[in-house]
């Protein structure tokens, strides 16, 4: 048994408690700024107020000015905010973590160096707020994989991948979550399965366009539909994803697994992304998505999307990656930073084909 940490007490972080208490564990949610009332709620009703769900006996809700209190004599430690929270997780983990402990990220994304388009995992952009002495005791580990919030604390049989560079420490914390609906296998391929994880957000975007088509046209009814088309943008995205693992160094072959295409899927299945992508579909400019239909929603997919899409354009005028590489990628910049019309440059698709 051992004590478990997660800061952030959104649906994720909280669904993940259900395996671990369920395995004897102790569980401690700790709630950030934007998470006092559901803290609140925890503490006084025992209900996720989003998940609509009791926690398990075993895991206690604590506010973010206990932190400290929460933190001690912790055995792991898990981040469990989205991409747009890492330097502020960064910047708290600073204070908070302690020399022999495992860090397990749940948090996907990247960042990029706005000069030369250099990418960076969200692990290792939290590490550039912690001493490099403390760096270097801390464990540090990932959950990847197609894992639905809500699917997973209903005990829906739910696959995943614990990632890390130790394999002893990736079984020690595998073991912790491990039941018979949450199935977890564990690779050392560290950066191989964060890149799938990160990179999978920007193909959900484009999963949405079918849809919207369809709406716009009115033909959503219809006997036929256009799956064709969205098995078209999916092959395309998965040979991007491939090829994104192999740009930061990771083994391609993980982009094939749970980590890569496998989360992809679950994430092209529905969800946020999938909506705006929709409306773009239904002929609406991004822009206006963003700032009317889904003002203050937050978009994961169009976020990495900004991210990544943009630093294309300096790793390509550097030579790192040639002009024709990723051009779904490039096109879905062009649709959520230019307002660029729905023109599927399908002429460019599969351009390595032999």
Same mark, same amino acid.
């Given at each position: 048994?051992?004590?478990?940490?997660?800061l952030g007490s959104g649906i994720m972080g909280t669904a993940l408690s259900f395996p671990a +208490?369920?395995?004897g564990n102790e569980v401690r949610l700790v709630g950030t700024f934007l998470d006092r009332e559901i803290v609140e709620s925890i503490q006084t009703t025992g209900v996720h107020p989003d998940l609509g769900l009791k926690v398990n006996d075993g895991v206690t809700?604590? #506010?973010l000015e206990d932190a400290e209190k929460a933190f001690e004599g912790a055995d792991?430690? *898990? +981040?469990?905010?989205? +991409?747009?929270?890492?330097?502020?997780?960064?910047? #708290? =983990?600073?204070? =908070? =973590?302690?020399p022999g402990q495992k860090f397990l990220c749940i948090t996907k994304g990247m960042r990029a160096d706005e000069e030369t388009g250099e990418l960076q995992l969200l692990p290792h952009k939290i590490q550039e707020y912690l001493d490099p002495e403390l760096v270097e005791q801390i464990s540090w580990n990932a959950i990847t994989g197609p894992s639905i919030a809500g699917e997973l604390a209903v005990h829906h049989d739910t696959a995943v991948v614990f990632c890390g560079h130790d394999k002893d420490d990736l079984e020690y914390l595998a073991d912790l979550f491990r039941t018979d609906y949450y199935h977890v296998w564990t690779s050392t391929d560290f950066i191989g399965h964060e890149t799938g994880a990160a990179t999978k957000n920007i193909y959900a975007f484009a999963a949405g366009f079918a849809e919207g088509l369809l709406r716009k046209e009115g033909k959503e009814n219809d006997k036929y539909v256009m799956y064709n088309f969205g098995a078209a943008i999916f092959a395309q995205g998965q040979r991007e994803l491939r090829s994104f693992v192999k740009? *930061?160094?990771g083994n391609p072959d993980s982009a094939d697994g749970l980590g890569g295409v496998g989360d992809m899927f679950v994430t092209s299945m529905g969800g946020r992304n999938v909506k705006a992508g929709t409306l773009v579909g239904q002929g609406i400019p991004f822009s206006e998505v &963003?700032? #009317?239909?889904?003002?203050g929603v937050t978009l994961e997919g169009v976020a990495a999307i900004k991210v990544i899409g943009k630093a294309l354009g300096p =790793?390509?005028? &550097?030579g790192v990656i040639k002009p024709e590489e990723y051009p779904l990628c490039r096109f879905l910049y062009s649709v959520v930073a230019e307002d660029a019309p729905l023109d599927i440059p399908w002429d460019k698709f599969f351009y390595d084909l032999t």
């Open positions: 048994m051992a004590t478990i940490v997660i +208490s369920e395995n809700a604590y #506010q792991v430690v *898990m +981040s469990g905010v989205n +991409s747009f929270g890492v330097e502020w997780i960064g910047e #708290q =983990l600073a204070t =908070l =973590l302690k740009l *930061m160094g &963003r700032d #009317q239909h889904m003002k =790793l390509t005028e &550097r």
